[in-house]
Structure formats: C-alpha cells, structure tokens
C-alpha cells in the first residue's frame, strides 16, 4: 500500500521569499515521484517528477524537489516566489512497475498563498 | 494539437440517478485514468485503463464504472448517485501504462448531486 503526508495544509509566505512544501510518503515497492499544482477552477499540471537517477529535479519556473529516500521524502521548495505562484500544490507517488503501475496516490494538498 | 478533453464540464443530478463522463486523451496516448477530487483534499485513483483494458483500480464501490473505446476516448459511469459523490471528476492520458510519468490532465467534470 502506498500513502502520501504533505505536512502542511497551508502555507502563507510573502512575495520574493524562499518556501519548502514537504511531502512524505510510504511505500513497499519503489517509486516515482511528482509534484502538481492547480490553479483555481483547473485540472493538475505536472510541476516536476523524479524517475530515476539524479535526487534534485527543477523545473522550468524555478522550482526543485530532492528525493531523499531514506527519509521516503520529497519537498518542493523554491528560492524566491511570486503572485503567480499562489496555487494548490499536491504531491503524488505511482508504483514504478508491476501490476500496479498504473496506480497512483495523492497527498491532501498544500496551499501556497504568496502576499505581496 | 487539442489537449485532454472532457465533457461535460459541469452537471447536476439528483441522487439515485446515473451519470456518464466523458474523456478524449491526447492523440497517440493510450492511457486513460480517472481521478475523483472532492473539495479540500487530493485527487483519488478510481481506474486505469491502457489499450483497452482495466490495469488498475482504486477503492470505490462497484456503482462505479468505466471503458476504454477503440479510439482510447473513455467513459466513467456512476450508477445510484449519491450526495458524496459530487466532486470534481479529473481524467488524465498518458502514452503508457505509469500512468503519472507523462501525464496530461483535463479541466475535469464538475459533478453535483443534489
């Protein structure tokens, strides 16, 4: 059985200051892991994934996320965030292969609410 | 080039009735999963279909339903509705069968239950 922990429910922060969302997750099989945000009255879109491979993956609008598999962790932080950042951000785990590799698990959800 | 698609985008139905959703995944995507979101928490798995076939299911009840067509397209049903079933229903396509690893969702099927 898989299970994912975003340990904050919301996170305020102001405009230009640095955030970390934190996502814990179990697991029995291996994983990959995501990070997907949502804008209000929209569907997911991918933030950034781990596969294989290097433990810290960015994506295109400066943000990152390690995978620490000892501590079955991976936060999502940002140096310097903006307005548009305020969003709905949740993480997900999927089983890497196996009969189930089509399932999926998402956390509860983080709110980033940027202020300028 | 058209993005994931679902229809509708909002409904109302009263409780005890069925429903059907519709999904048309990115051309050349085999992989359809639906997802069902309620208000304030995370998307939940219900199924995974790739090439046709179910390969993966989450824990919901047997009113819950769905099929993959020829052209991928899918359809969720819902029989016997109930009022906790409103909930923003989220299909995803993916070319293959991990289905998050090069997944596109659609803008979901608002579903209220009255």
């Known amino acids: 059985a898989q299970s994912v922990t975003q340990l904050d429910s919301q996170v305020p922060v102001f405009e230009e200051a640095p955030v970390e969302l934190r996502c814990n997750y179990s697991?029995?099989?291996?994983?990959?892991l995501f990070w997907y945000v949502q804008y209000p009255n929209q569907g997911l879109q991918l933030l950034l994934k781990?596969?294989?491979?290097?433990?810290l993956v960015e994506s295109i609008n400066g943000f990152e996320a390690e995978f620490n598999k000892s501590q079955t962790s991976f936060h999502l932080r940002k140096p310097s965030v903006h307005i548009s950042d305020t969003a709905e951000y949740f993480c997900?785990?999927?089983?890497?292969?196996?009969?189930?590799?089509?399932?999926?698990?998402f956390g509860d959800g983080t709110t980033l609410t940027v202020k300028p | 080039d058209a993005g994931v698609t679902q229809s509708p985008t909002h409904l109302i139905k009263t409780r005890g009735q069925h429903v059907t959703l519709r999904c048309s995944p990115i051309?050349?995507?085999?992989?359809v999963s639906w997802y069902q979101q309620v208000l304030g928490q995370g998307p939940q798995f219900i199924f995974q279909?790739?090439?046709?076939?179910?390969?993966g299911r989450g824990n919901f009840p047997d009113r819950f339903s769905a099929r993959q067509f020829p052209n991928y397209s899918s359809e969720l049903n819902v029989n016997a509705l109930l009022l906790g079933d409103s909930a923003l229903y989220l299909c995803?396509?993916?070319?293959?069968?991990?289905?998050?690893?090069?997944?596109?969702f659609g803008q979901g099927t608002r579903l209220t239950v009255v």
């Open positions: 995803a396509s993916s070319l293959g069968q991990a289905s998050l690893t090069e997944a596109f």
């Open positions: 697991s029995s099989v291996s994983v990959y």
């Open positions: 781990y596969l294989s491979g290097s433990t």
């Open positions: 997900a785990v999927s089983n890497s292969h196996g009969t189930n590799a089509g399932k999926s698990t």
């Open positions: 051309s050349g995507h085999k992989s």
């Open positions: 279909y790739y090439e046709k076939e179910e390969r």
